[in-house]
């Protein structure tokens, strides 16, 4: 299973490789966010809130389906898919479902013959509530389940894992917004083989608070800055900037750095005699969204340290 807890660390920017469980929960599902490198939580409207910040549901209204694919140049690919409807005045409620399917990655034993190949994959259903108290204050909550598969080999079988995500919005002004949520609260309910102890693994939970602001004078310019605590992973900021040009079409770009990024800066640049291995794989991002009638289309190119070049598209419809 080395090449598949590899493959999690150059996907996930894990430093600590093997202490997670279901990590492509920390993947953004969708292109909007993507493109602001996950500096979104403030801003976070409609099913692009799933798995950031639950509220930012109740910031969009009518009926809607969504549909996300993520291609990366290994050949891992992901997604996601998402139906959101009014449920009562102010209030949605939206199901969806991500997925990531790590193509084929070659299994080898302890002394190096190879065992053939597996074929994991991870699966992620979850149903979403958010409503409205008042015009500056949201709030929501998501209930999810994980499975994963990590392949063929002896006594496997796919592991299972349940979840919730919360949050709430605040906007005390119309150009600023200010957020906190918490993500993947949850644990392994069954391991990957029957052998494993279930129960005692949990979810790559993660805390985060935001903020936004329209600058004075900028109104179509939106700023936002997220701090985020992992329960298992080092501590991040995520920088994120959009600029709507005109109604119909937004740009938008981001950066995302953890506490090692930021030791191995201070070393390169002399402020300290060492420097950490590890640091998020994610650095920078650009996005762009485009309406069209009632379809709106959603692209983000992110540069990730050991994949390169990795895309993310989202189609969405309006009903109404």
Do not use: C
């Not at 957020?179 to 990957?192: C, F, Q, Y």
């Amino acid at each position: 299973m080395g090449g598949l807890n590899t493959a999690h660390a150059q996907l996930f920017g894990s430093s600590s490789v093997g202490t997670e469980e279901f990590p492509e929960l920390q993947i953004v599902s969708e292109a909007k966010p993507a493109g602001m490198a996950g500096a979104y939580a403030a801003l976070a409207e409609g099913t692009s809130a799933i798995g950031i910040n639950p509220a930012g549901l109740a910031r969009s209204d009518g009926q809607s389906y969504s549909g996300t694919v993520r291609y990366a140049p290994d050949g891992a690919e992901g997604g996601d898919v998402a139906y959101s409807r009014p449920f009562g005045n102010g209030s949605q409620i939206a199901i969806s479902a991500a997925y990531f399917d790590y193509g084929s990655i070659q299994s080898y034993d302890e002394n190096g013959n190879s065992l053939g190949t597996l074929n994991p994959y991870e699966i992620y259903p979850a149903v979403t509530y958010a409503s409205a108290l008042g015009d500056e204050l949201k709030w929501g909550a998501s209930l999810k389940l994980a499975e994963e598969y990590q392949g063929d080999f002896q006594g496997s079988q796919n592991a299972l894992g349940a979840g919730a995500d919360a949050g709430i919005q605040f906007r005390p002004a119309r150009n600023l917004g200010l957020s906190a949520s918490v993500v993947n609260l949850g644990v392994k309910l069954r391991g990957h083989d029957a052998d494993e102890a279930t129960g005692s693994d949990w979810l790559p939970a993660d805390f985060r608070v935001g903020g936004f602001i329209h600058p004075e004078g900028l109104e179509d310019m939106s700023i936002e800055l997220d701090a985020e605590a992992p329960f298992y992973e080092p501590a991040a900021l995520s920088l994120g900037y959009e600029y709507r040009i005109i109604p119909q079409w937004d740009l938008r770009a981001g950066t995302r750095w953890d506490t090692d990024d930021i030791r191995n800066l201070l070393g390169w640049a002399g402020a300290i005699q060492n420097t950490e291995t590890g640091g998020s794989a994610l650095k920078a991002t650009v996005g762009t969204t485009l309406e069209v009638g009632r379809a709106d289309v959603d692209y983000a190119l992110q540069w990730w340290n050991d994949l390169g070049f990795v895309s993310m598209l989202t189609l969405t419809w309006h009903m109404d």
